[in-house]
């Protein structure tokens, strides 16, 4: 009997979800890039979508080095959900919104390498987002995939998420197009549902209030009905008692005076 030698197996490549580095520059970056991984994945809870934030996204298989972290990516078409990492080849389907939060010490690789590989992949809009001002004057500028090529996007809207989009401070916020309602962060959720439950609890105190003093009127309507009827009573007693004394005086032959 012949012994067969094991077949060598390829060693499989390894794509690693973290690097070490910081998620985020600064706690401007961090909260802007926070605000806006919230705030989407509860407007796209329930669809065929993911929201990722600052997750490796693999571009080529078979070459873990050529990967990049957007700030937040947003994938249209794929299972809801996170993952620890995002590989293009696997998962069927390109980003179609980024979002990088920028800064002067970014700005390079920002507005050339990634601007130039989102192109390349052909993610439909790339956002820069600069929460401090430093070298994007307005803060917010995007660009839309015409073609093959970004061309910038002239009014803040986002053709994928169909939101408009406003700077607001150090973060973005987000409107609905066909509503115009603004889209809340979960603390501004708890706020706003905060109030509106502190709102139904005075509204419901002012009804059983109201109904209090309904059922305090009622009472007193009552009561003076009462009166009213005792004093019927009282006066049919005495017209009574007065019809008798006349009889009982005509039975004996006194005649009262008219």
């Known amino acids: 009997m012949t012994a067969t030698a094991p077949i060598a197996q390829p060693n499989k490549i390894f794509y690693p979800s973290e690097d070490g580095t910081p998620v985020a520059e600064t706690y401007d970056h961090l909260y802007a890039i926070l605000a806006t991984l919230d705030v989407l994945t509860q407007y796209l809870n329930?669809?065929?979508?993911?929201?990722?934030a600052n997750q490796f996204l693999y571009y080529s298989q078979g070459f873990p080095s050529l990967r990049v972290a957007p700030d937040v990516?947003?994938?249209?078409?794929?299972?809801?959900?996170?993952?620890?990492?995002?590989?293009i080849?696997?998962?069927?389907?390109?980003?179609?919104?980024?979002?990088?939060?920028t800064s002067k010490d970014t700005q390079d690789r920002d507005k050339t390498f990634k601007k130039t590989l989102y192109e390349q992949l052909g993610v439909r809009e790339y956002w820069l987002f600069d929460p401090k001002g430093e070298w994007i004057a307005q803060k917010l500028q995007g660009y839309r995939l015409q073609g093959k090529t970004y061309q910038p996007i002239t009014m803040l809207y986002s053709e994928p998420l169909q939101l408009q989009l406003e700077i607001e401070g150090k973060r973005i916020g987000f409107y609905?197009?066909?509503?115009?309602?603004?889209?809340?962060?979960?603390?501004?959720?708890?706020?706003?549902?905060?109030?509106?439950?502190?709102?139904?609890v005075e509204a419901q105190q002012e009804a059983e209030q109201e109904r209090q003093r309904a059922e305090q009127e009622r009472q007193r309507a009552e009561q003076e009905r009462q009166r009213a009827e005792q004093e019927r009573q009282?006066?049919?007693?005495?017209?009574?008692?007065?019809a008798q004394l006349l009889e009982q005086l005509r039975a004996l032959g006194v005649e009262p005076d008219a």
Do not use: C, H
């Open 176 to 200: 609905r197009e066909d509503t115009g309602e603004k889209l809340l962060v979960s603390e501004e959720l708890v706020r706003v549902l905060n109030q509106e439950t502190q709102a139904k």
């Open 73 to 87: 990516m947003v994938i249209f078409d794929v299972a809801p959900g996170g993952r620890d990492n995002y590989k």
């Open 234 to 242: 009282r006066a049919e007693q005495a017209e009574q008692r007065a």
């Open 46 to 52: 329930g669809r065929q979508a993911t929201v990722l």
């Open 89 to 101: 080849w696997e998962e069927g389907q390109v980003p179609s919104v980024i979002f990088e939060m």
